[in-house]
C-alpha cells in the first residue's frame, strides 16, 4: 500500500511537471526516508490523473499508523507539506523559470507560477474549491461575497500543544523570506513547498507570491525583503505603481497603516493584488474635479459606498504627487461638521487605503479615505461595521473588502443552514443560540418575501446576506454617499 501511494505522489509530480522524469528514482527514495521504509515495490501501472488530495490522504494515514505524526490536522497539514517539497523545484529553478518565461510575457511568467503554487498544494485547490462565492446586485455594481472555508480550523490538541511551544522569532511573522522551505511547527505553518520570485521595487529587494488561502482569481501577496512595518507615504506609491509596471495585468493595493482600518499584518510593509476586477474598479467616476496644480490628471470621486477619489494620467509620477499631495493633506484634515477628525489626544486617525492599476495606456489610482476614531457609541470604530452588522461581519474592512468583496467567517455556513432550516419550519429563531444573533435580521427582511420555499430559501439568504455586506462598506465610508456627504467630501478636496 505505501509503495503504491508513493509511486502515485512522484507520477503526480512528474505529470504536472514539479518533478522531471530523471528525478523519479530520487524522488521516490526520498519519500521512503520520510517513513523510515527500506523496501519498495514498484506497482504495475498507475491510474492518471492521480488525485492529490486522496493520495496525500493515504500517506498521512500511515504516518499516523506508523507513529510518525499524531491524528490531528495540524500535524498531517505540517507532514504532506514534507511529502511535498519531496517533489519541488529548488528556489533558484522556479527563479530562472519564471524570468525566463517573462521574457516571452508578464502574463506567461505569472501563469506558470500560480499553477505551480496550485500544483505544489501550497494553496490547496481543495480546500479552497469549498469556499462559497456569490455575486450581489447592489446601488454601487455587483458585489462579490465569499464565505472562507479553505483555513482548516485548529484541533484542541493542536491548541493544547502550541500553548506548550516556546513562541519563536524565528521567522518574526507569515510574511518573512525566511518562510520559504521553513519545516513549520504547531503554531506556525509549514512552507517547504513555498517558492517566492525576488523583484525590485522603488530600488529596494521585495518578494512576490500567493496567498494560500487566494480570495480571488492570482490573489498575490508583495513583501518588503525587511520585517518592517506598513507605511502608507510617498515611496508606498512609488512601490505600487512599480509594481504594476512590472505586471500590467496585475492591480495591486495597501492595506491601511492604522489599526481598525487596516489589515491584518500591520508589523510587516506588504501589498496584495492579483489578476480581477473588483466591483470597485468598474465602478464610474460619478463627480468630476480640477485640482490645482494636477489640471492635467483626470480626478473626480468614485460611485462608491466608501469615500474613493479617483485619479488617472499616462504618467505615474504624475498621480505619484497628487496622491502624496491628497496624503498630506488628509493626515492633518478635520472637519468637525463632518465627524472627521485628524486626531485625538495626540492620537492620529486619518490615513489611505489605495490601489493601483493600468488600463490600456493609462494609469489609474484609487485613493480611499479612511478614519479610525471611536466613540462610546462606536467602541471598535465610527468607521467600521456598526454593531447591528456584527452577526454577519464584525471584523476589519480591509483593502479586500474596500474593493468590494466580502471575506465572511466560516462560522455563516452552518449559521445560514440551520437559519434555512429554521426559517422553512417557522420555528422562532431567537430561542436557538447558535443563530439567535441573527433574529432581528431576519425579523426584518422576511415580509419582503411573500414566498420562501425550499428552493428560493438558500437565494434569498445570499441575497441578504449581500444586502448586509454594502451597508456595512456604507459604515465605513467617511463620506456618506448623500447630498451632505458629497458636500463634505467636496470640502475636503478644496483644501487640496
Not at 523510515?36 to 504516518?63: F, M, Q, R, S
Not at 500560480?114 to 455575486?135: A, C, P
Not at 529596494?204 to 518588503?224: A, D, K, L, M, R
Not at 469615500?307 to 492633518?332: F, M, P, Q
Amino acid at each position: 500500500m505505501l509503495s503504491e501511494s508513493i509511486a502515485k505522489l512522484v507520477q503526480y509530480g512528474i505529470t504536472t511537471g514539479l518533478t522531471p522524469e530523471c528525478e523519479r528514482n530520487y524522488t521516490t527514495n526520498l519519500l521512503l526516508d520520510l517513513f523510515h521504509e527500506n523496501d519498495y515495490e514498484k506497482p504495475d501501472n498507475i491510474e492518471e490523473p492521480v488525485n492529490l488530495e486522496a493520495t496525500l490522504g493515504e500517506l498521512l494515514d500511515e504516518a499516523v499508523k506508523r507513529e510518525l505524526i499524531e491524528d490531528s490536522i495540524v500535524y498531517r497539514d505540517l507532514f504532506d507539506t514534507r511529502l511535498m517539497n519531496c517533489l519541488m523545484p529548488r528556489p533558484g529553478q522556479v527563479q530562472k523559470e519564471f524570468w525566463d518565461k517573462y521574457k516571452e510575457s508578464p502574463k506567461e511568467a505569472t501563469d506558470y507560477f500560480y499553477k505551480l503554487s496550485q500544483d505544489s498544494n501550497y494553496i490547496r485547490r481543495y480546500r479552497v474549491e469549498k469556499d462559497q462565492k456569490w455575486k450581489v446586485d447592489s446601488p454601487y455594481g455587483e458585489i462579490d461575497i465569499t464565505i472562507n472555508l479553505s483555513k482548516p480550523e485548529k484541533d484542541p490538541k493542536a491548541i493544547a500543544a502550541a500553548r506548550n511551544v516556546k513562541s519563536g522569532s524565528y521567522p518574526k511573522c507569515l510574511l518573512c523570506p525566511e518562510n520559504e522551505g521553513y519545516a513549520g511547527r504547531v503554531n506556525h505553518p509549514a512552507r517547504q513547498n513555498h517558492r517566492i520570485i525576488p523583484i525590485t521595487i522603488n530600488d529596494t529587494p521585495w518578494g512576490f507570491q500567493y496567498s494560500p488561502y487566494v480570495y480571488y482569481n492570482e490573489h498575490c501577496i508583495v513583501f518588503n525583503c525587511q520585517h518592517t512595518p506598513m507605511k502608507i507615504e510617498k515611496n508606498a506609491f512609488i512601490k505600487l505603481f512599480d509594481f504594476v509596471k512590472l505586471f500590467p495585468h496585475y492591480f495591486l493595493g495597501s492595506n491601511a497603516d492604522l489599526p481598525i482600518v487596516g489589515g491584518s499584518i500591520l508589523s510587516h510593509d506588504h501589498f496584495q493584488g492579483g489578476h480581477y476586477t473588483f466591483a470597485m474598479a468598474k465602478a464610474p467616476i460619478e463627480q468630476h474635479v480640477i485640482l490645482p496644480g494636477f489640471e492635467d490628471v483626470e480626478a473626480g470621486i468614485v460611485k462608491w459606498p466608501l469615500s474613493v477619489l479617483r485619479i488617472r494620467h499616462k504618467d505615474s509620477n504624475r498621480l505619484v504627487d497628487l496622491a502624496t499631495h491628497v496624503l498630506e493633506v488628509w493626515r492633518g484634515y478635520t472637519d468637525e461638521e463632518a465627524f472627521i477628525y485628524a486626531e485625538t489626544n495626540g492620537e492620529p486617525h486619518n490615513t489611505i487605503t489605495p490601489i493601483a492599476r493600468k488600463v490600456g495606456d493609462t494609469y489609474e489610482l484609487d485613493l480611499t479615505l479612511r478614519n479610525n476614531i471611536t466613540t462610546e457609541e462606536h467602541p471598535l470604530g465610527v468607521y467600521h461595521p456598526h454593531a447591528e452588522y456584527h452577526h454577519i461581519k464584525k471584523e476589519n474592512i480591509g483593502l479586500i473588502e474596500v474593493m468590494g468583496l466580502a471575506v465572511l467567517p466560516a462560522r455563516l455556513k452552518g449559521e445560514m443552514e440551520l437559519l434555512e432550516n429554521n426559517i422553512l419550519e417557522g420555528k422562532d429563531i431567537s430561542s436557538n443560540e447558535q443563530i439567535e444573533k441573527h433574529a432581528e435580521w431576519v425579523k426584518k427582511f422576511l415580509p419582503k418575501y411573500p414566498e420562501i420555499t425550499k428552493e428560493n430559501i438558500h437565494g434569498i439568504l445570499q441575497k441578504e446576506i449581500g444586502i448586509v455586506f454594502t451597508h456595512v462598506l456604507e459604515d465605513a465610508g467617511v463620506y456618506k454617499c448623500t447630498t451632505e456627504g458629497r458636500e463634505a467630501f467636496m470640502r475636503f478636496l478644496e483644501t487640496l
